[in-house]
């Protein structure tokens, strides 16, 4: 573009000079010459700075690394590469023995709790039959007790019989409040519960419903609709949860968001809702008219994390850029645009707005030297 503001200013200097035979020497060359420099270095500074351009604009896509919940060889990885799929469709598999071992094992356990819980009910309701017999028992020999009391002192019976009397009513007393105790142990065990289930019985059934869920990841389903862009598990291979060690990439099938960096010079003629047009070199020869979907919310290099270290300002590298979101409004589905495609772009402000055509035109010119390009020639 400043080429062709050159050579389009100098055309018009030497027309001007022809048609008002102005004479060629050193003063009127150098004004001639100035005032181009002044003229062009104006327009184009002024057009830098009211519609910014960008040449770092890429389409940025979401991935997931996939990472097993559970530990185990892979037996089977049905997916291919770049394949679509659906949620929910299987991944790959890991060797299940071990877990199903771990469930049929609590599946027992469970069942001698619920066992061992209905003898304990049993253990707790023959408890209190007993202890309501030896209560009775009390009963009778304590009324036994205080008759011959009275009997004794009119010497209806003899001091021996009332002794006799006195010792099976202490013997009954006691007998009834160890059947008492024993009654009260075995009705706390039996109605020792969480949520109404006994204690045992929902330890067991929360460790069972883990091994289940254990065996339920043994199968690795895709999370939503997509596909593995990076898959080199093979069956055989041991696979454990670790963070750091994804077995595989999983793209989702979603629209990518196209964001351009731009500088910072340019963040006050960054305005949302602005008009905008991009190219990419996978399109050559070709523009996308945008507009800007959000304007600069932030640069990375100012971010900051909490960490055991000082922020250092001679650690940060680059002055750092402008990211705009840009929303394209034509159908572009019709092209192949991979994600990840790099593109430029270019913000048409109301400021100097007749200047705009001058990006256009550098804009598209750009856009038609995509064709010209070179890989090893």
């Known amino acids: 573009m400043d080429l062709l503001l050159i050579l389009t200013y100098a055309a018009i200097a030497i027309a001007v000079f022809k048609i008002f035979k102005i004479p060629v020497n050193g003063f009127t060359l150098l004004t001639a010459a100035l005032g181009g420099v002044g003229l062009v270095g104006f327009l184009i500074l002024a057009m830098n700075y009211n519609h ?4 770092e604009g890429r389409f940025y896509f979401t991935t997931t690394p996939i990472i097993p919940t ?7 990885v049905p997916v291919k590469t ?3 799929l659906k949620a929910g469709e299987v991944l790959f598999k890991i060797d299940p023995e071990r877990y199903e071992n771990a469930v049929k094992a609590l599946e027992a356990q469970l ?13 707790a309701d023959s408890a209190a039959q007993q202890m309501n017999a030896a209560t009775a028992d009390r009963a009778a020999a304590q009324d036994i007790y205080e008759r011959s ?3 004794v002192k009119s010497g209806a019976i003899s001091q021996a019989q009332f002794k006799q009397a006195e010792e099976k009513f202490f013997a009954a007393r006691s007998k009834a409040e160890a059947a008492q105790a024993e009654a009260t142990r075995a009705e706390l065990e039996a109605s020792a519960a969480i949520g109404g289930v006994n204690t045992d019985v929902a330890r067991l059934q929360a460790d069972l419903d883990t091994a289940r869920y254990n065996l339920e990841q043994t199968v690795v389903r895709a999370p939503t609709d997509g596909s593995v862009v990076q898959m080199f598990l093979r069956p055989g291979m041991y696979v454990v949860p670790m963070p750091l060690r994804p077995v595989m990439v999983f793209l989702h099938a979603e629209d990518t968001t196209f964001a351009a960096a731009f500088l910072q010079n340019s963040s006050q003629r960054i305005i949302e809702g602005a008009d905008a047009e991009i190219i990419l070199p996978s ?10 979907a959000r304007a600069g919310a932030y640069i990375p290099q100012g971010q900051l994390q909490a960490t055991g270290t000082l922020i ?4 940060i590298k680059g002055d750092g850029r402008i990211i705009v979101e840009l929303d394209i409004e034509e159908d572009i589905s019709k092209f192949n645009i991979p994600p990840g495609s790099m593109g430029s772009a270019a913000i048409y402000t109301e400021h100097m707005h007749h200047l705009s055509i001058m990006r256009k035109v550098l804009l598209r010119m750009k856009s038609w030297m995509n064709f010209l390009f070179g890989d090893g020639h």
């Open 52 to 55: 910014p351009f960008s040449n």
């Open 70 to 76: 559970v530990s185990g060889r892979v037996t089977e």
């Open 82 to 84: 770049g394949v679509p």
């Open 111 to 123: 069942a001698d709790a619920t066992q061992a819980t209905a003898q304990l009910r049993s253990a």
């Open 149 to 151: 009391q009275s009997l």
């Open 283 to 292: 399109v050559p020869g070709r523009f996308f008219k945008a507009k800007v």
């Open 312 to 315: 250092d300002p001679e650690q």
